[in-house]
């Protein structure tokens, strides 16, 4: 148990998921967001709404965040860094928001307001946009702040029933030196450290591999939680499809995907699929749009539904019936692993898109379990921190 309860910022904070994920043992002392509709419904589930403050990134100083934190978490967006953007990276108007968050930081070193730890979230994609440079370049503001740090792949799938591959990167102060048996180790891990990673970690400078840390949280154990056993049978928010609406979606589909259908008809039992509509080529070129379904039990990465982005479907096989909908707002909230009591937006698309734009709360909560935590309580002199 800490011996006190440590504090946090937190930025870009949506509706508070990484708050969730840090859980009780952590006190959020200033979180800020820019979105109107999510900072309602952050403050529907906090108990603490003051500290938000809603405005731009861009517009804060250092005098609108209070005290000293332990940890100042960063989900700065994604859609700039993401394989599926435009490829603006860091110069984005989106994801370059990442500056002036920034700024702010070295705003507090300044002012010896310094966080003990820096975390940020964002896509993998970070790792290769504009050739690796925009991940060299916050690699580099660490250390030009006086930070170690270092990065970890975690992909939510191992914790709730769904594929979402993420990057966090995270940075601790380095006149503090934290470290800690098995927080830490000498070579890279193949659980949380994927040839992406390497690669990108490959192409960085000597000066700042001289800071970079192999971090090392424990293996999280095997999940129990499946996609089928989180399916509402009487969702709130969505409803079936039509008879036709379902036939037109198994037309959409190619040969491979109709049969994986027709194999799950076959199991005699309940199959629970995934499907997203994605715009392929078709046999002589053209475009056409595909229904692609998976049954491994696992939902696809949710999305927000911007920018023409598609909304996930169900679809239920039971012997011959086949039925499918839209996944439900609570469906997407348990596949974060938010709890049943979260308060969601009643809109559809404003729920999907809070949950599609969010970090999954597991997630989070094992960072801090076996990193952010131990760190905080170790105090290891700083010429015992392996470069």
Avoid at 155 to 182: C, E, K, M, Q, W
């Amino acid at each position: 148990m800490m011996a006190t309860t440590p504090t946090f910022y937190e930025f870009f904070a949506g509706a508070g998921m990484a708050r969730a994920g840090l859980g009780a043992k952590w006190r959020c002392v200033f979180s800020n967001e820019f979105d109107l509709k999510k900072s309602v419904v952050y403050r529907k589930n906090w108990k603490t709404p003051d500290v938000l403050k809603v405005a731009d990134v861009g517009t804060l100083t250092t005098a609108d965040v209070p005290g000293v934190a332990d940890l100042a978490w960063a989900s700065f967006p994604c859609q700039d860094l993401s394989l599926a953007g435009a490829g603006a990276g860091l110069k984005g108007d989106r994801s370059g928001t990442f500056w002036p968050f920034w700024r702010l930081m070295q705003g507090l070193i300044e002012e010896g307001r310094a966080p003990k730890l820096i975390v940020l979230e964002n896509v993998c994609g970070t790792l290769t946009s504009h050739g690796g440079k925009d991940f060299a370049a916050i690699c580099s503001t660490f250390v030009k702040a006086g930070y170690y740090f270092g990065a970890v792949i975690v992909d939510a799938v191992r914790f709730v029933p769904h594929s979402r591959p993420r990057l966090f990167v995270i940075g601790v102060r380095d006149d503090l030196a934290l470290t800690g048996p098995n927080i830490t180790t000498e070579e890279p891990s193949a659980l949380w450290h994927p040839r992406g990673l390497l690669n990108a970690y490959d192409n960085l400078s000597a000066k700042v591999k001289d800071k970079w840390l192999w971090w090392n949280p424990s293996a999280p154990p095997v999940r129990a939680t499946t996609f089928a056993g989180l399916i509402e049978d009487n969702p709130v928010g969505v409803e079936w499809h039509t008879a036709s609406e379902t036939a037109d979606l198994l037309k959409m589909m190619s040969d491979i995907n109709r049969e994986k259908v027709n194999k799950a008809k076959a199991t005699g039992r309940r199959m629970v699929g995934t499907v997203y509509k994605r715009t392929r080529r078709d046999e002589v070129g053209r475009k056409v749009q595909r229904a692609e379904i998976r049954f491994d039990d696992i939902a696809g990465c949710l999305r927000t539904p911007a920018g023409g982005s598609s909304r996930q479907v169900i679809m239920i096989v039971d012997g011959e019936t086949v039925r499918s909908r839209l996944i439900s707002p609570r469906e997407t909230a348990r596949l974060m692993g938010l709890p049943d009591t979260y308060e969601l937006p009643t809109n559809y698309n404003e729920a999907y898109h809070l949950t599609g734009d969010g970090v999954a709360v597991p997630v989070v909560r094992h960072l801090a379990q076996h990193i952010f935590e131990p760190l905080l309580l170790a105090r290891i002199p700083r010429s015992r921190v392996a470069a």
